[in-house]
């Protein structure tokens, strides 16, 4: 099932200052986790993620998911503290044609002389608000017996 990224997230993906983090896991189940600043909304509610070296751990951690129907983690932190967490597959690695030209050019564009080796499609299924406030909130109503003692002391 595919969830809605709301304007608020979509517009914090927008961001350049934005910490985009991936999460794939390898053939052991080992996670690798890295800032991938190529992490971006596309038109249609997908994530779209611009792979740049065809060798690297998460291209093929990538690969694997896709045939093994692994799920992978983006993690998103502002400069103001909001911070979400996004569950998705990939469903898709676009590796040529019209598509690829677009991010391809868009890419150079951005970041001058640079390779791309896959476009790779990710449908979210599930979004996480991870920020102090709303989590605090959230075991506050759920776990009201989960505090210091001298905090129910006051």
């Known amino acids: 099932m595919s ?62 998911s896709i045939w093994f129907d692994h799920s992978i983690t983006i993690a998103i932190v502002g400069t103001n503290g909001e911070s979400y967490q996004i569950k998705g597959k990939p469903i898709k690695a676009i590796v040529n044609g019209h598509t690829f030209r677009k991010y391809y050019k868009e890419l150079r564009e951005e970041q001058g002389d640079v390779d791309l080796a896959a476009v790779w499609i990710i449908k979210p299924y599930e979004i996480l608000d991870q920020s102090f406030p709303v989590r605090r909130c959230q075991e506050e109503t759920n776990r009201p017996y989960f505090k210091h003692l001298d905090r129910l002391a006051k």
């Open 3 to 64: 969830v809605t990224i709301n304007e608020k997230l979509a517009l914090l993906l927008d961001k350049a200052d934005t910490i985009k983090l991936l999460v794939t896991t390898n053939e052991q189940g080992i996670p690798h986790a890295v800032v991938k600043n190529s992490l971006r909304l596309a038109k249609d509610n997908h994530l779209i993620y611009l792979e740049l070296l065809e060798s690297s751990h998460t291209n093929s951690n990538m690969v694997r």
